[in-house]
């Protein structure tokens, strides 16, 4: 997985505003700003583009290269509509790279259709079918299409030259976590294709004025972690002992149970033998007993929105070294530190770090995960990047307050850093900061 995303994004009152077309009576503000070094991170922060949403922030930190992980967004201004997608790639950056260009107007294209057909908006069921139709059919075009017309064209074609061309986005693979907010309904839906995960946090005062940070899980991982993924792959392969590995979380080796393209994971064994024969294929796996192991088919769920609310997208990295709920309480403590003037600002200066203990994050903590696995070290947080919430987030699960390992993390060069940094590519954390005149 060759990068991680993290996106956060907070909700406005909307009775304040007025979105979709010319004749919106809110002034979008709109400032971006990108900085780059030689490690290849990015930091990137955006107000005022998206309906009902106050600000994106993001901040990339590649881990190899090229990176195999990609992001999507769109706005709809007058539909209120508004997409946000990561899709962490794996085996190489050809599936990610196809979901960046046709997931989301695919998306659009079926939910249109769908909101033709009613006067008012859908409840979330037939959105949720819309998702997992989109999924599915555009895999099937990425993994079983692809080979239907290799297989059609006549012998004397250069069918191992157009496999090496056509078969890409199937040959390599992407999980895929994609959210849907509906500004007008204030309304998100969020769909997972594989083990990245979104979380949202929602501000609650307690009796004494203080301010905490509700966790609200919006995906569950599709891992050999997950109960209900095991019950299903056991239930779909029956007596194969080796199909899952529970205290890895992995299937047959791998650390997802669902995602796009990774055809040798869903083709039948007769199909491989025929690729390796013809067309420059792999040979088939030892293991490959009843594919298709690998499905594209998303879960969804739906949360109305409350103002204060946000939510964190990102790939598996994010969460191999911090929880839901370190994620809730980091951005909770960014907030109540910064205030919602600072949100505002674009303040690119130094400032000076406010440690922080886990047990002073903003947030319930449940579990006793006090270390980061990958190194471990205690976790210790800090709190000093005032300019941008996402590099915030990259900061503490690269390392935090510990500046030797946070920093050795950053200068350690691919390949190396593949193995080391295991958190890569963050998208952007969402504040509340919309202008209106």
């Known amino acids: 997985m060759a990068t991680r995303f993290t996106r956060i994004w907070g909700q406005l009152p909307r009775s304040r505003y007025a979105f979709g077309g010319a004749s919106a009576s809110a002034i979008y503000l709109f400032q971006s700003s990108r900085k780059s070094d030689d490690n290849g991170r990015v930091e990137q ?30 706005t709809i201004p007058s539909s209120a509509w508004s ?77 191992m030259t157009l496999a090496a061309t056509l078969l890409q986005a199937a040959r390599s693979g992407s999980c895929a976590l994609v959210a849907f907010y509906e500004a007008n309904l204030r309304r998100l839906h969020v769909a997972l294709v594989g083990d990245s995960r979104a979380i949202l946090g929602r501000p609650r005062q307690l009796s004494d004025g203080k301010t905490i940070y509700d966790l609200h899980i919006l995906s569950v991982d599709h891992n050999a972690k997950n109960p209900a993924e095991i019950a299903r792959l056991e239930a779909a392969h029956p007596n194969e002992p080796e199909l899952l590995n529970r205290e890895t979380g992995r299937l047959l ?30 040979k088939p796996r030892a293991t490959l007993l009843t594919p298709p192991y690998f499905t594209a088919e998303p879960e969804v769920t739906t949360i109305d929105i409350q103002p204060g609310d946000f939510m964190i997208m990102a790939s598996d990295g994010l969460w191999d070294n911090l929880t839901s709920e370190d994620a809730v309480g980091l951005v909770g403590a960014w907030i109540d530190r910064w205030g919602i003037e600072a949100l505002r600002s674009f303040d690119m200066g130094s400032v000076a770090g406010h440690r922080l203990e886990r047990s002073e994050l903003p947030v319930k903590i449940t579990d006793k995960q006090d270390k980061y696995p990958w190194w471990n070290a205690q976790k210790r947080f800090i709190n000093a990047d005032s300019f941008n919430a996402a590099s915030h987030l990259v900061r503490n699960a690269l390392g935090g307050a510990n500046t030797d390992l946070h920093d050795a993390l950053l200068a350690t060069p691919a390949p190396r850093s593949r193995y080391q940094r295991r958190v890569l590519f963050l998208l952007g954390r969402r504040c509340l900061t919309l202008f209106q005149r």
């Not at 869903?266 to 067309?279: A, S």
Request: hydrophobic share 35%.
């Open 45 to 74: 922060t955006s107000v005022g583009t998206h309906p009902g949403i106050a600000r994106v922030d993001s901040a990339s930190v590649p881990s190899n290269f090229p990176c195999e992980d990609r992001m999507s967004s769109l």
């Open 83 to 159: 997409f946000w997608a990561i899709y962490d790639g794996h085996s190489g950056h050809q599936t990610s790279a196809l979901l960046e260009q046709r997931l989301i107007p695919t998306l659009v294209e079926k939910l249109q259709d769908l909101y033709r057909q009613t006067t008012k908006a859908p409840e979330k069921e037939p959105i949720h079918q819309v998702f997992k139709n989109a999924c599915l059919e555009l895999d099937d075009e990425i993994v079983n299409k692809t080979v239907e017309t290799i297989a059609s064209l006549p012998e004397t074609a250069p069918r």
């Open 253 to 282: 080796g791998w650390g997802c149970s669902r995602a796009f393209g990774d055809g040798v994971m869903k083709w039948t064994r007769d199909i491989q033998t025929w690729m390796e024969k013809d067309l420059l294929g792999s």
